[in-house]
């Protein structure tokens, strides 16, 4: 086995130990690097802790470009990775760290957001998204469907009130874009209760949007409740079919064994 | 193939290549649409802005008439089409243009809101609907079932919290109707917090509401779940129910092969 | 046919042409009844409302007494009837008006309440509740330890932010009891504002108790559905079985006709 | 039958009438001092019910502490049920009472808390819990990657939302953590209005976060309900597995008795 090969087994591969340690550790740095950039946002940290911050940074981005430029290496085809989902992730995970330090201007601040695309890379390691998948493939065409329902639903809601409101409350509902914020808030049932309706109109609106929008909210509920046992049930068939199959292997085999012995 | 047929497949067939560029273009009209119908309510717009958006709005209105007036022209059946769901809809989605023009007073303010029907117009290219419909038929019966006794329920509360915060804030829970804002707010868990009980009572009489009540709204999310459940199993029967007769067409033409053959 | 039994077929019968009359004329004054008393407590209503109002009701309460009447006089078993579920309700939708016809008091506006019932006598006459009776029979026993649990819950959640809270907000968090009325408004997710945390460790166990319990308040969607689709399977089966039956019924009297023929 | 066997026939067993009640004793001893429990933080309480609650307190204690001894002397493993989850529930119910007596100090009021795991102690009695445990299992992968992706999620809006709103409210969104608590309280869609965006920015951002985290927090009610159809189904099938296993006993029977008989 090459040094690429072997390379490839505790990079690509977390069945084996050392890939599992190498994923941990990975995890691990990244959970540091995360909670890190969190507590730098805090006020009135101290110039040790900011120091430290920095260290914890410098070297997880260290890490990180190691393992990115390896990953490019072991790869069949590393431009095909440095162009895929998680290729550009890992890029931008390392990537505002080397134009902070380049252009150590007002810039930094505004790239430092980049950081977060770290959280991503923790997706990665998860093996049972397998089922998800699979969910999202079977409810991707209603999920579409209720997308543009719900967009349309939204304006709706937001053109209706915005005519019920305006004159009441015209800072509120200034325009159908301002009574956007409201829909939204609306129809998620978040309800801040910085913006309602005040006058009688926009009330009974408001109470027939909610009889419609919350029946509409509940459909992504059903949609995956529906996809999951579906996904169950294949998969279960799927087994099946593999017991099956080697059942009539075995089976075949007795019989070449039988045919043989005579 | 006629003027007519011609027509036909490409305004109603969206199979064809012709029909598909159609359709995305109504699409599109009507997504710019209304979107300068939102931009139009910003306030403070300049005079020049208002005359592109009113040149966008008059270019959408005549396509869309003459949408409308091709489709007349097209359908077997004129009349039918002028009073099905989407004729109504083609015809609410100019009608307030016309209105405007015509008498330009202070009415066009309140027929302008009409145009947001176009939103519906969206719904029409959509093929994905099917599932939707089919559950929508599943469930109609137990929908209705559910939307009496939400609506029965909603008066129980506004009556039951009607008599106990009444007395305590006669500005909010002024009567049974106002009390119903609250009931609405409170079981579709809004909560915009500009009305909700203070005396023990009422904080009790709520607590039981809740408890009901967020049973009640899981319902509708149940419904959907199940009815989706039930019509992918009722579309895999249909699909398998169509291989199975095309087996057997098969295995008969093979029967009737064999016995031509012997 | 006798008297009693032509009145049955009309009272308790909705399958006759009558029987649909009566229905629908009780449903529209229940309907009418309760629009009357909720009109009756808007503010500054005058004379004339209230007398038409007041002549309102004692059409109802006539026509409901005669049904109740009627209904103890067709029974087989009227005691049977007068303990049961609808009877109770008549017999409540019907009482505040004598004793307040009686005892012309203020205790008047303590029983005017009772009349809401009245909304319960709208369920009787949907057949549409077979399915939703099925579905509460399958998850009655999940539903009440649903309920423990819940109930388990709220009080851990009120107990634990009155320790947090205490100190901080003595006139909300007050004790245990008012802190419940924070532990219901948080974990059904209506939030009206009124009452929140503001210390770090009230936040933080709020942020632990709204992971878990926004879980808990989705069990009963779930159990809804996964009873639904049961339901709808069960039915099904139902239906299969009485085909099956019928079909051997047919064969065996086929075969019977057979060995008579033979 | 000894001693220790008619012990556990009576704590152990809930099927022998002995054994229902006590375990109905318990679980009104359990009610009664969490209620006791409650009312002691109730403000401006009179000495004597003071006295009365103390009363009460004690009585549970040394039944729960009665209990507790019995438990461990008829336990096959002692050791096993001190070290088990109900056993160590069994311990924090009495304990704080005892620190309390032994050190009456400040730290009382600290160990109080620590009475609520009392409630804990109701869900031993129950058994209906074991569909649930079957869906516990079903889920669990599930459940982890929900938890998971949800708190990527909740890190990616509070540190999105910071940098939108930071500038404008800096009291409110003073850091990554503090935006937490607007992450957690908008995601679960309880929306107190104590802190939201004001910037547009901030407003569009939570638009899609919203969009998304709604559709995310639907997973585990369809996680419930396609879980517990699956249970349903396995259930159903061990049943009939129990009949045809019963069946096929009898019928080996019938035949051995035949053979028998021959």
Redesign the interface.
């Known amino acids: 086995m090459g040094f690429k090969a072997k390379l490839r087994s505790i990079v690509d591969d977390n069945t084996t130990k050392k890939g599992k340690i190498f994923d941990y550790t990975i995890q691990i740095l990244i959970f540091t690097s995360?909670t890190a950039?969190?507590i730098e946002?805090?006020?009135g940290i101290s110039d040790l802790t900011k120091s430290i911050l920095f260290w914890i940074e410098t070297v997880c981005i260290i890490i990180f470009t190691v393992e990115y430029v390896v990953r490019i290496f072991i790869a069949k085809n590393p431009f095909k990775y440095i162009i895929s989902f998680y290729g550009i992730i890992d890029l931008l995970a390392i990537l505002p760290f080397f134009l902070a330090v380049r252009y150590d201007t007002i810039a930094l601040r505004a790239f430092?957001?980049f950081r977060?695309f770290r959280?991503?890379k923790?997706?990665r390691y998860?093996k049972?998204?397998n089922?998800?998948h699979l969910v999202a493939k079977l409810i991707r065409?209603?999920l579409?469907?209720f997308?543009?329902?719900?967009g349309?639903f939204i304006?709706?809601a937001?053109?209706?009130i915005?005519?019920f409101e305006?004159a009441a409350q015209?800072e509120l509902f200034?325009?159908?874009?301002h009574s956007?914020?409201w829909a939204?808030?609306?129809l998620?049932?978040?309800?801040?209760?910085?913006v309602?309706p005040i006058t009688v109109g926009g009330?009974i609106f408001?109470?027939f949007i909610?009889?419609v929008g919350?029946?509409i909210?509940?459909?992504?509920?059903?949609?995956?409740?529906?996809?999951?046992?579906?996904a169950?049930q294949m998969e279960e068939e799927a087994l099946l079919e593999d017991i099956k199959s080697k059942e009539l292997i075995q089976e075949s085999q007795k019989e070449s064994d039988n045919s043989n012995n005579n």
């Open positions: 995360l950039y969190a946002t805090l006020p430092r957001i977060i959280a991503f923790l997706i998860n049972a998204l089922r998800f065409e209603e579409i469907l997308l543009i329902v719900t349309i304006f709706l937001s053109a209706g915005y005519h305006n015209p200034t325009s159908i874009f956007g914020w939204i808030v609306t998620t049932t978040v309800g801040y209760g910085d309602y009330k408001t109470f909610l009889m919350v029946g909210v509940t459909i992504p509920a059903g949609l995956v409740a529906s996809a999951l046992t579906k169950r």
